[in-house]
C-alpha cells in the first residue's frame, strides 16, 4: 500500500474556482511534504514545500500542514485552465538533505474548465 | 527552461533486449535520481546517485543498473527487458547537502517493451 495517498484521485472546476487536494502519510517519519505539479508529456515540477504546522501561500496555491495527522493540502484559488495537470503529494523524512528520495502520493488529476 | 535533459523521449524494443537512457543536468547539483511512472501515474523511485556512489537503492530488479560518469550525467541501463519495464522514466537532481532542496525533473523517456 501507498505510504502517501492522495484524494480525491480526480477533481473538476471551474475556471476561476477553488480547488482542494488532500494528502496522508502513513510512515510518521515522513515530517516534509511538497507539492508538485506534471503537466502531460513533462516531468513533475515543484510547486511548493511545507515543513512547519499552519499555513504557507505562494501566490494562488496555499499549502496547510498539520503534523499531528500528517495530513497535508493544497488549495488553488481562481483556477485557471494552465492548472489543469496532474498534482503529486511528496514525502521525504530529512525535507531532501542527505539526497533521500522522494515518496510520491497516488496524485489528483485536476481539470479546470473554462 | 530544462535544465535536466534526458534521451531518448522514447523507446520501443522487443523483450529480452538491452536498452540503455541518457541523463544530464546543467544545474551544478551533486546528486542525480532515475524514478520509474508506471501506466497508473504513479511515481516510485529506483535509484540516486552523489559522487559516483549510489545511497539509495530501492528493490529493483538486478537487470537494472545506474552508471554515472561525473555528478552531471546518470545512465540507467536494462538488460534483458521484460513487458513490465513498460513505464516512463524520469531524471531528477538536487543538492544534498542544501537544506529542503527541491528536485528538478527531466521531461522522461517513454519505454515500451513488446
Known amino acids: ?114 | 527552461e530544462t535544465a535536466v535533459f534526458q534521451t531518448p523521449n522514447y523507446h520501443v524494443t522487443q523483450v529480452g533486449n538491452e536498452v540503455s537512457f541518457n541523463c544530464k543536468q546543467t544545474l551544478g547539483h551533486d546528486t542525480m535520481y532515475w524514478y520509474k511512472q508506471d501506466s497508473k501515474k504513479l511515481l516510485k523511485i529506483m535509484f540516486s546517485y552523489n559522487n559516483k556512489q549510489l545511497i539509495v537503492n530501492e528493490t529493483v530488479p538486478r537487470r537494472f543498473s545506474p552508471q554515472s560518469s561525473d555528478k552531471a550525467h546518470l545512465n540507467l541501463r536494462i538488460k534483458s527487458v521484460e513487458p513490465e519495464d513498460s513505464a516512463v522514466y524520469l531524471c531528477a537532481s538536487s543538492y544534498r547537502d542544501f537544506n529542503y532542496a527541491e528536485q528538478f525533473f527531466g521531461p522522461g523517456t517513454r519505454l515500451t517493451v513488446l
Not at chain 1, 496547510?64 to 503529494?89: E, G, M, T, W
Open chain 1, 1 to 114: 500500500q501507498q505510504k502517501v495517498q492522495q484524494s480525491p484521485e480526480s477533481l473538476s472546476v471551474p475556471e476561476g474556482g477553488m480547488a482542494s487536494l488532500n494528502c496522508t502519510s502513513s510512515d510518521r517519519n515522513f515530517q516534509y511534504f511538497w507539492w508538485y505539479r506534471q503537466h502531460s508529456g513533462e516531468g513533475p515540477k515543484a510547486l511548493m514545500s511545507i515543513f512547519s504546522d499552519g499555513d504557507k501561500k505562494e501566490g494562488r496555491f496555499t499549502a496547510h500542514l498539520n503534523k499531528a495527522s500528517l495530513h497535508v493540502s493544497l488549495h488553488i484559488r481562481d483556477s485557471q485552465p494552465s492548472d489543469s495537470a496532474l498534482y503529486f503529494c511528496a514525502a521525504s523524512e530529512q525535507g531532501g538533505q542527505g539526497g533521500r528520495a522522494l515518496i510520491f502520493g497516488t496524485g489528483t488529476t485536476v481539470s479546470v474548465s473554462p
